[in-house]
């Protein structure tokens, strides 16, 4: 059975109330688990990012914006009550340490790694040192070669671990998608310890059913109240209806085949490494964290098997990935 995540992402706006509605939306979806993020602002990024012009609801300045969007610890029990009241379990992104140890304060089943510390040696040490190893590792893959996947897994011989195909393109369009990474990843990487997901950016949900035919276990696709939004990356996200219509058009099979069949060929590319595209959001906006900044990169091979073009992949992943 696929499990769903609805990726809250930033998408509650810093509003305490709309981010409960969103439990109560997203529990009736059908949503398997909530995903939230967490990152200690102020260390994670720059000074110069946050004092750079940012034009919001909440100021000028990408400080103002950014730093409506975190939850203190109050308002994350808060949250945790909502979900275990509904019977919907949660986890979240940990962008570096503090918040890692923040999380660790839950008792979390899963713990989420993203695509732009997927590569960060240091990060990845740290999460397998003290994550319980009872525990989960959600890993995004957005950027990563085959050889940059094999390394990541080997930092976590012990812990069950899922490996989510993604691109970090906000919204993905179909050209982009490289559904064909699944089917690769299942066959070098699946096991009993390691599964298989789909981390979605696109519009729509037909991509997410053409990832379920590839052979994702795990879709997670950010989530919404409504799109009328001012926040980044709202394009990509579904409201409640449209999480629900993926929820139920994945439990038939005849509607997987059908959007497999509607999707066209170039969907299914298989290529792996960082594009041009996703370079400006992972590598170009670099910030000032030593576990962003300052990361231990893993090398490209250069024999790596069923890569795109050389010139698509980059050495580094500097940025906040969702």
């Known amino acids: 059975m696929t499990v769903f995540v609805a990726e809250f992402t930033t998408n509650h706006m810093g509003n305490l109330n709309v981010l409960l509605r969103m439990v109560e939306q997203a529990a009736a979806a059908g949503a398997t688990l909530i995903k939230m993020q967490k990152k200690d602002v102020e ?112 930092i976590f011989p012990d812990h069950q671990i899922w490996i989510l195909h993604c691109v970090a393109q906000y919204p993905c369009p179909t050209e982009n998608l490289r559904l064909g990474n699944i089917a690769e990843m299942r066959r070098r990487f699946g096991s009993d310890r390691v599964r298989i997901g789909y ?17 994702a276990e795990m879709v997670e696709r950010h989530f919404c109240l409504s799109r009328h939004s001012f926040v980044h990356h709202i394009e990509c996200s579904l409201e409640p209806n449209e999480f629900k219509t993926l929820v139920d058009h994945a439990a038939s099979p005849e509607m997987v085949a059908r959007a497999r069949e509607e999707l066209p060929a170039v969907a299914f590319k298989q290529s792996f490494g960082m594009s041009d595209v996703e370079r400006t959001f992972l590598v170009e906006q670099t910030y000032g964290t030593k576990f962003i900044k300052d990361q231990t990169e893993f090398p490209q091979a250069e024999n790596d098997v069923g890569e795109g073009p050389r010139e698509r992949h980059a050495h580094v992943a500097e940025a906040s990935a969702a």
């Not at 950014?66 to 979240?92: A, V």
């Not at 981390?199 to 052979?215: F, N, Q």
Request: proline residues 3%; neutral net charge.
């Open 199 to 215: 981390s979605g950016h696109e519009e729509g949900v037909t991509p997410s059913l053409g990832a379920i035919a590839m052979g």
């Open 43 to 154: 260390t994670f990024y720059s000074k110069d990012k946050l004092d750079s012009l940012y034009d919001s609801p909440y100021g000028k300045t990408y400080r103002d914006y950014r730093k409506i969007f975190e939850f203190d610890e109050e308002d994350f029990h808060r949250f945790d009550r909502k979900c275990r009241s509904l019977d919907i379990g949660w986890f979240s992104t940990v962008q570096d340490l503090p918040s890692l140890r923040f999380m660790l304060n839950f008792g979390l089943s899963h713990f989420k790694v993203a695509s732009s510390n997927a590569r960060n040696r240091a990060m990845l040490e740290e999460c397998a040192r003290l994550i319980p190893k009872d525990r989960t590792i959600v890993i995004s893959m957005g950027g990563s070669t085959l050889s940059q996947i094999e390394q990541t897994l080997s």
